[in-house]
């Protein structure tokens, strides 16, 4: 599972998914509208997953009041490991289409 061009898939796909959503956060803000579109199905999976009933993700146990509850740093490092997951699956299935489209 891990080979060479899985690895060159994934780096890709991170790099192309950090280069999209850059100008959500230090880009100018006109961009910051149409990055935005990239980063917050990544970030709002959060509350999903929460609602799922995985606990510890959100402050104050998703109890906020009238605002959204922040993630933890629990739910920040669960939601880099989840959607990291999905991208090295996604890259793992890529390289195996290309090989097989080579045979």
């Given at each position: 599972?891990v080979e ?8 890709t ?5 950090f280069l999209?959503?850059a ?14 579109i ?8 959060l ?5 799922l ?8 146990d998703?109890l ?7 993630p933890?740093a629990?739910?920040l490092?669960f939601l ?24």
């Amino acid at each position: 599972m891990v080979e060479r061009r899985t690895a060159a898939i994934f780096a890709t796909l991170v790099a192309a998914y950090f280069l999209l959503a850059a100008p959500a956060y230090v880009g100018p803000s006109a961009l910051g509208e149409y990055s935005a579109i990239v980063v917050m199905p990544v970030i709002l999976s959060l509350y999903l997953f929460d609602r799922l009933g995985v606990p510890g993700l959100l402050e104050n146990d998703g109890l906020c009041g009238w605002g959204w509850c922040g993630p933890t740093a629990f739910g920040l490092v669960f939601l880099a490991l989840f959607w990291l997951g999905v991208a090295w699956l996604a890259a793992w299935g890529l390289a195996r289409l290309l090989a097989r489209r080579q045979r």
